[in-house]
């Protein structure tokens, strides 16, 4: 028997019905993690790729103030009870990026941007949206909804409605989320259909070039840049 809510099967565990949970054959609710006893550190990190591509969303101002109107941490807690750590940046906590080392692109080096808060920052963001959205010659008003794709389990929707909050909250913008399958979700994002998409990475070693790199090139065919995004310094 194949039972697809993850929560079900936990409660099942807890029962003494289920020998056994997680992968390779499940996933355990993020929301237990807590309370499971000894925890191992992954380095992993989950960004949200967004289209640049896209009219409004190929502004850079407005990306910026898009980023910095999350509270990392205050979403880290409110979905996984501090299983999960904010990060700051293109790589995990638990890969540190060295910026005297010649691999990591000048432009992470010189530029803070790169490094974002854990917390909202509000005032920042707000002048920032605004900036773009003067740059783009759009009204506050005339802003549209945006879509956010991501793979249909619990806890990605749980985190794309925390992102969804505080979008509305602090730029009153309008984000409807919808969850895929895993094919077509992948088929979405390699052929740039999106406006915004989730996209998790655990990389193959620990060193932040496995991360770093995919930002090379903007065409999803040589690596998992979906984005459009690309520069020649970086």
């Known amino acids: 028997t194949i039972i697809q809510d993850e929560n079900r099967v936990f409660s099942l565990f807890e029962e003494g019905k289920v020998d056994f949970i997680g992968e390779p054959f ?5 929301n237990t993690a807590p ?3 000894k925890q191992k550190i992954v380095a992993s990190v989950i960004w949200y790729e967004i289209n640049t591509d896209l009219p409004i969303l190929r502004n850079r101002n407005i990306r910026l103030a898009l980023s910095k109107a999350i509270d990392r941490t205050s979403v880290a807690f409110k979905i996984s009870h501090k299983a ?3 990060s700051i940046g293109l790589t ?5 990026i060295n910026p005297s080392i010649g691999l990591v692109p000048s432009i992470m080096r010189v530029s803070p941007e790169c490094f974002i808060s854990p917390h909202s920052e509000l005032k920042e963001s ?3 949206f605004a900036q773009g959205l003067k740059e783009e010659g759009v009204a506050i008003e ?3 909804s945006f879509n956010l794709i991501y793979y249909n389990k619990e806890f990605n929707k749980k985190l794309a409605q925390a992102i969804q909050e505080d979008w509305l909250q602090n730029l009153g913008i309008k984000l409807s989320i919808q969850g895929m399958e895993l094919k077509p979700f992948l088929d979405k994002r390699n052929q740039q259909d999106f406006e915004i998409a989730q996209l998790g990475l655990i990389p193959s070693t ?3 070039v496995n991360h770093l790199e995919i930002f090379r090139v903007a065409n999803p ?3 998992k840049n979906d984005t459009g995004w690309e520069d020649p310094e970086y």
């Open 126 to 128: 707000q002048a920032l």
């Open 92 to 96: 995990p906590n638990a890969i540190p």
């Open 221 to 223: 065919k040589l690596g």
């Open 26 to 30: 499940g996933e355990i609710p993020i």
């Open 35 to 37: 309370f499971l006893g």
């Open 206 to 208: 620990t060193d932040p």
């Open 142 to 144: 005339e802003v549209p």
């Open 84 to 86: 999960f750590k904010p």
